[in-house]
């Protein structure tokens, strides 16, 4: 019962993953100093460090922005992962469930 009320759970999970993949977020910090950019999956797929809005000497705070800029990122990532997830749930529900799992429903 339970099979046909979520349908194949591991090829939508594999779908969500491809489509997480493919959602991009930025986080910059500093003016643009650092900027990151990740996937929803949480994975960072690129760090840009500007070098005319940053002392590349000044180790110390080059490594605390990069932290920063990295865990925005990321925070970024989570929610927009949350918000997919949230619809992939909704629309597994059949019509008129949605509302049985509470937090589920939009």
Not at 67 to 92: C, F, G, P, S, Y
């Amino acid at each position: 019962m339970l099979e046909n009320l979520f349908g194949d759970m591991q090829g939508k999970q594999e779908e969500m993953k491809k489509k997480l993949a493919e959602v991009v977020v930025e986080a910059e910090v500093d003016g643009g100093s650092i900027m990151v950019k990740a996937n929803a999956n949480r994975e960072i797929l690129d760090i840009t460090i500007n070098p005319d809005k940053i002392d590349l000497a000044d180790k110390e705070q080059l490594q605390d922005l990069m932290v920063i800029a990295v865990n925005q990122a990321l925070e970024i990532a989570a929610e927009r992962e949350a918000a997919e997830a949230q619809k992939m749930i909704n629309d597994m529900m059949p019509p008129g469930l949605g509302g049985l799992l509470g937090g589920f429903n939009q």
